[in-house]
């Protein structure tokens, strides 16, 4: 089973690498997916977004990838810094929920070395 | 552009006291959602609001946990009495309407609270 706590799954990779931070997903239903980064000490902060309609999204040195048919969803961070060290966090949503009815998964933690 | 605000940063008490959250929306944003979460986890939504009615309060333990948003901008979350389990961060956050897929969350830093 999922363990609780402190363990959460940790990335460490050097400055100027690209960091791929994957997401499993169990509801059939989520049609919406939300990437979000949280730094020590403060709130989750929106990073990029992607429909069940679309396979790919790229924002600036972001990528999302969504596979539905194993329910499994990506972040690829290209040339990463070390400002891009946090905890980051995947989330869906299902048609016919509120847009605050979010369910994270577990977060990584993103470390990135100089 | 100021934030969610938030307040007290860090609380501690002990076991069946009484605590109370403020938070201050972004200004303009009718949605307004707190959330709890508990160290190693992400958060997990208590209530959402919608001006100042309620839309979501189905994973609220109502038995210990009441908001209330009077007035449609700020908003307080309380905990009477608290339990040890009750130990998280309570995040609040804004959005402009609540639409699902065509905004994003703002999130305040939250407020640390320790039962002891």
């Known amino acids: 089973g999922e363990s609780v706590g402190l363990h959460l799954p940790t990335l460490s990779v050097q400055e100027g690498d690209n960091s791929i931070i994957n997401c499993a997903y169990s509801?059939?239903?989520?049609?919406?997916f939300i990437w979000y980064k949280q730094e020590s000490g403060k709130g989750p902060q929106f990073i990029i977004d992607?429909?069940?309609?679309?396979d790919k999204r790229q924002g600036q040195r972001v990528t999302v990838l969504l596979n539905k048919t194993v329910k499994h969803l990506s972040l690829q961070i290209a040339a990463t810094q070390p400002g891009d060290s946090a905890v980051y966090f995947c989330?869906?949503?299902?048609?016919?929920?509120?847009?605050?009815?979010?369910?994270f998964g577990r977060g990584t933690q993103l470390t990135v070395w100089p | 552009e100021a934030g969610v605000a938030q307040s007290p940063r860090y609380k501690i008490i002990e076991k069946r006291q009484s605590v109370a959250f403020w938070c201050n929306p972004i200004?303009?944003?009718?949605?307004l959602y707190w959330y709890q979460q508990i160290l190693g986890q992400g958060p997990k939504l208590l209530i959402q609001?919608?001006?100042?009615?309620?839309?979501?309060d189905s994973q609220l333990p109502k038995d210990r946990f009441s908001a209330e948003r009077l007035k449609g901008v700020d908003s307080t979350l309380k905990i009477q009495p608290a339990k040890l389990e009750d130990s998280a961060v309570y995040l609040c956050?804004?959005?402009?309407?609540?639409?699902?897929?065509?905004?994003?969350?703002?999130f305040g830093s939250g407020t640390q609270l320790s039962v002891l």
């Open positions: 956050a804004s959005s402009l309407r609540g639409d699902r897929g065509a905004e994003k969350l703002f």
């Open positions: 509801n059939s239903a989520s049609d919406y």
């Open positions: 992607i429909r069940s309609n679309m």
């Open positions: 989330a869906e949503n299902s048609e016919g929920s509120t847009l605050g009815r979010l369910y």
């Open positions: 200004s303009g944003h009718a949605t």
């Open positions: 609001f919608q001006n100042n009615g309620v839309v979501d």
